[in-house]
């Protein structure tokens, strides 16, 4: 099993910055890409970003927050992160750590089989 723990959520103004992290413990050795996603009130969990293990890591995000947010990790010590520029209202959400198996970069949340517990992202307007 892989546990993950995120933090660094919190209440920020419109056009502000946070930087999540996320801590990896556990069969790590099984994981390779990992994600982060976000869940709205009353919507669908939604893909945000992922990234490959290796050295020259291959990332991808969503549409909606490419040229904001840069997600990065550290394998040697088993942590992803993710910054979050210039915040919009609409990014408030619980933002989710996941990680994956596949062999290919995903944005299917069926492909994640390991889960954090979230952390909320507030911005105000």
């Known amino acids: 099993q892989v546990q993950l723990v995120e933090s660094g959520g919190g209440l920020v103004q419109a056009g502000g910055s946070l930087r999540l992290s996320c801590a990896a413990s556990g069969s790590t050795f099984t994981v390779t890409n990992m994600g982060w996603f976000r869940q709205a009130p009353g919507k669908e969990r939604d893909f945000v970003a992922a990234?490959?293990?290796?050295?020259?890591?291959?990332?991808l995000y969503a549409d909606s927050v490419k040229g904001r947010f840069t997600i990065s990790r550290d394998s040697a010590k088993g942590t992803l992160f993710l910054q979050m520029n210039s915040l919009e209202p609409e990014d408030t959400a619980v933002y989710f750590c996941?990680?994956?198996?596949?062999?290919?970069?995903?944005?299917?949340?069926?492909?994640?089989?390991?889960w954090g517990q979230g952390t909320q992202v507030t911005v105000s307007s």
């Open positions: 996941a990680a994956s198996r596949t062999m290919a970069l995903t944005t299917t949340r069926d492909n994640y089989p390991y």
């Open positions: 990234i490959t293990p290796h050295i020259a890591s291959r990332t």
